[in-house]
């Protein structure tokens, strides 16, 4: 086990340094000076000059690639042009937001997917199982954007049920930062009121970032159901006389769950790409919205940070899952 | 048995392990940054000053360009809106009114002193700082040379618009301040300049303990010392500035609004939302369809205010067919303007001189009409047939006014075609095309400006002097007579003259420029029913203040 996962962690620093030099070297095509558009229309040459030999952009790019990755290596992600702040500070307030909005919109997909793939299974051909599965075409085939502000007209401005868009009331503090998920940190500080508002703000985009995926997690768990229901051993374990729920429970959906954890893990990296629009649309401060004005504005240190983050992050996820499969599947663990 | 047991724990740990890493990728250091300095945040509500839902102004812009809190530093909308609101500046403007008056310093005076002029300030021996100390000669001094230090994007209008040293500037006693500028520079501008927040003044004593290595630039981020009717209670970098009321606010009685949360929401379409639910007391800036909408609400009002841009298309004036004073005089006659402020939807006016509706020295003379025929004469003279073809590049997105930039082209274009001339219009996001006008490689393009500083200067010398880099050299036009007009108008100091000179100016690059002034925007805010006192001050920093506002 130690020696698969610093497998994967020396994989993961031919990944960094990939991303690093693929987005490093496209910032370099585009035909546009960053540091003219981060200073505006107004700024006279002396200080385009002036910030542009700060930011060390007089030297060769070879040269500005070498200092980027003497930094990278001592954990330095460099300043962003735009805002003047460590990147690596940037990420510390926009990332936690990105996070907090797709872990909750994994625990809607997983919270529905799942439960409603098996009761649709184990009422095959039924109205049940049609009205899930009409479920799953309808969430597979309605674009996020239009979800989200159906979901905001009716729930927010006629209703009135569930507060708007932003991660917390305006009027509301947030809770003290410990890691930075309002959710978390509430609930850490015992701060109640916020951990309501935090949850309750977190419904609706959650519900609108999850709904592809429980879409096709409630397929996959359906069919792959169906497939071990069809077994030899579901029979044999009926036989022998085992209760209804043990062969289900036990069984079934044990045998089921590999291909399962295998789309989460894909899942996972459509929601996090996902959260960029989900973002915009729910004003939420995330890392998808700070990449987008990043980009905008030519700020290719801030983009190099968030390129740099997500391919991060999915390595992380995907080891996680194999792990998730040695814990629920012995024969992955012999080999 | 054991063993299968451990292992399993193993990789139980393993997941553990790797959940947490995921996570602490996004933990803070324990010593957040953030963490209010002691005694900053607690001492700006006062005890029995419940803070409610009705004493507090939720205002919605978009607010993604704001970097800093440091008045030495902002430069950005976002920024000076709250900075302009803690931090006061010696003199100012009143709403309407282009005249400067008083307001840390409650007279001022200025002397011809042989080659400089001598500008004097006395301060207003009331005016404290939030902290209860007096705002004296030496704070005004220690802030100017501050701002100049750090030297970051406003410090120009001090180094460059003043020409201030540190030599020049000089505390005569507690109450009086002394500022030398070079004879080249129009004292009115100079005290333009400092109306702005660059200028303003910060309490040294509460500044210089905690300036760590960057002359407090980060601390002033999550630290108020400032004079103004606000106080800084935090900033959430991602969505919001909380301002909190000046109990002891020297200049008049504490604001009303106990505290003022500024919201970034950098959607229309959410600001729509939050004012319809009444979420938001105040949103800035709706475009046409989101004002329409809200038109018949009863519980929203709208307030349009004149912004101080100008939106203009302009010519390179050494670039075929536009290197001929007929064709760029034929551009101006040919462009139907009536079509462009029906697209604005009501949200700009005509303007087509380079001085906007607001500022001294605006004439107010809108001469050209579209009249095909002349254009079509002109551009004869100028030697351009039908079927030419011009480059016309144009940004993505939105212009001022909340009309895209290429539906305001695609208007030109159709008035071009009209007398067989084809505008090929090439979309560039914003900063690439910035990069190329800079270049002086744009034949033709749309654009808009925003004067830095409440002066025609701050238009004058960018529109007319080649020797400024600015607008008049990437559009490669050096003409003597406008820079010479230029300079003339900038330093003279008899408001009736300076007003014809400027008038000499407007008119001159009517018939000769190299730009076809077109609109300017308005700023559309929508506020809920019970809120008061609210004004929008285009020329003035801040351009909102909260301090005005009730409920």
């Not at chain 2, 540190?166 to 005290?191: H, M, Q, R, W």
């Not at chain 2, 007929?326 to 001189?353: F, H, K, P, W």
Request: net charge negative; with cysteine; proline share 6%.
């Amino acid at each position: 086990m130690t020696a698969f996962i610093l497998r994967r962690l020396g994989g993961l620093v031919f990944v960094i340094f990939g991303v690093s030099l693929l987005t490093f070297f496209l910032a370099q095509l585009v035909p546009a000076d960053p540091v003219a558009a981060a200073l505006g229309s107004n700024a006279r040459d002396a200080q385009i000059e002036a910030y542009r030999l700060q930011l060390g952009l007089d030297q060769p790019v070879a040269v500005q690639y070498g200092i980027y990755m003497s930094r990278l290596v001592r954990g330095d992600l460099g300043n962003s042009i735009r805002t003047r702040r460590a990147v690596i500070d940037d990420l510390r307030d926009y990332l936690p937001a990105t996070i907090e909005l797709t872990m909750a919109a994994m625990i809607v997909t997983i919270l529905l997917g799942i439960p409603l793939g098996i009761i649709a299974a184990l009422n095959r051909n039924t109205w049940i199982d049609a009205g899930a599965r009409i479920l799953a075409l309808i969430g597979g085939a309605m674009p996020i954007f239009y979800v989200g502000l159906v979901l905001l007209g009716v729930f927010y401005r006629q209703l009135q049920w569930l507060p708007g868009p932003g991660r917390l009331d305006s009027t509301v503090p947030p809770p003290a930062h410990i890691t930075g998920l309002y959710t978390v940190d509430a609930l850490l500080t015992g701060n109640w009121p916020v951990l309501a508002n935090a949850s309750a703000h977190l419904v609706l985009p959650a519900i609108t970032l999850g709904l592809f995926s429980t879409a096709v997690l409630l397929r996959m768990t359906r069919s792959s159901m169906l497939e071990m229901l069809g077994q030899d051993y579901v029979r044999t374990a009926k036989a022998k006389g085992l209760s209804e729920r043990l062969v289900i429970g036990r069984h079934v959906f044990k045998n089921a769950l590999p291909p399962i954890l295998t789309i989460i893990g894909i899942l996972f990296g459509s929601l996090l790409s996902g959260a960029v629009l989900t973002e915009t649309i729910f004003n939420w401060p995330g890392i998808g919205r700070y990449a987008t004005t990043s980009v905008t504005t030519l700020d290719y240190p801030a983009v190099m940070g968030v390129a740099l983050v997500a391919a991060v992050i999915y390595p992380l996820v995907n080891t996680l899952v194999d792990i998730g499969y040695s814990v629920i599947d012995p024969r992955v663990r012999a080999n | 048995m054991t063993q299968k047991r451990s292992s399993t724990l193993w990789r139980w740990t393993a997941l553990l392990v790797l959940v947490a890493m995921v996570l602490s990728a996004c933990a803070a250091p324990a010593a957040a940054p953030s963490a209010p300095a002691a005694g900053g945040e607690e001492a700006a509500a006062p005890a029995g000053d419940e803070i409610t839902r009705d004493n507090t102004l939720v205002f919605a812009a978009d607010m993604t360009d704001i970097i800093t809190l440091d008045p030495a530093v902002a430069y950005e909308f976002g920024g000076i809106l709250p900075v302009g609101n803690m931090y006061e500046t010696l003199a100012s403007f009143d709403p309407g009114n282009p005249e400067i008056v008083p307001l840390l310093a409650e007279s001022w005076d200025i002397a011809d002193a042989g080659d400089m002029w001598t500008m004097t300030f006395k301060l207003n021996p009331a005016a404290t700082f939030s902290s209860g100390n007096p705002v004296t000669a030496d704070d005004v001094v220690f802030s100017w040379n501050r701002a100049m230090e750090i030297n970051k994007s406003p410090a120009w209008l001090l180094i460059d618009v003043c020409q201030m040293t540190k030599e020049t500037i000089v505390a005569v006693d507690a109450g009086t301040v002394e500022l030398k500028i070079p004879k080249a520079v129009s004292p009115n501008v100079c005290l333009a300049v400092l109306t702005f927040t660059v200028a303003a003044v910060v309490e040294q004593a509460a500044l210089e303990p905690n300036m760590g290595d960057d002359m407090g630039e980060s601390w002033l981020n999550d630290n108020s010392v400032g004079s103004g009717p606000y106080v800084l209670n935090g900033w959430e970098r991602s969505s919001t500035v909380t301002l909190d009321a000046n109990p002891a606010y020297w200049g008049g009685t504490a604001p009303a609004m106990k505290r003022v949360i500024l919201q970034n929401m950098p959607e229309s379409a959410n600001r729509q939302a939050a004012i319809e639910t009444g979420d938001a007391d105040i949103v800035q800036e709706l475009g046409p369809e989101q004002a329409a909408a809200l038109e018949g609400n009863p519980d929203v009002s709208l307030v349009k205010g004149l912004s101080t841009l100008l939106a203009y298309a302009s010519v390179n004036a050494t670039m075929p067919p536009f290197d001929n004073a007929d064709a760029r005089q034929a551009l101006r006659y040919a462009i139907n303007y009536d079509n462009i402020i029906t697209l604005l939807g009501g949200n700009g006016e005509l303007v087509q001189e380079i001085i906007p509706i607001g500022f001294a020295g605006h004439v107010g003379n809108n001469p050209f009409t579209q009249d095909l025929e002349k254009a079509k004469e002109l551009f004869a003279n100028a030697g351009v047939t039908e079927g030419a073809v011009i480059p016309f590049t144009v940004a993505t997105g939105t212009g001022p006014g909340g009309v895209d930039w290429a539906t305001i082209a695609a208007s030109i274009q159709a008035d071009l075609a009209q007398i067989g001339i084809t505008l090929d219009i090439q979309l560039l996001q914003q900063s690439e095309l910035l990069t190329k006008y800079r270049a002086q490689e744009l034949p033709m393009l749309l654009m808009n400006w925003g004067p830095d500083y409440t002066d025609p200067d701050a238009n004058g010398t960018p529109f007319a002097n080649y020797e400024a880099n600015s607008l008049a050299w990437r559009n490669s036009w050096n003409d003597p007579q406008a820079i010479e007009l230029s300079k003339q108008a900038a330093v003279e100091l008899d408001p009736a003259t300076r007003i014809e000179l400027y008038a000499q100016l407007v008119e001159y690059m009517q018939n000769n420029g190299p730009f076809a002034m077109l609109y300017q925007p308005s700023r559309v805010y929508a506020l809920r029913n019970n809120v008061q006192g609210f004004i929008y001050d285009p020329g003035d920093t801040p351009n909102v203040s909260f301090a005005l506002i009730s409920k």
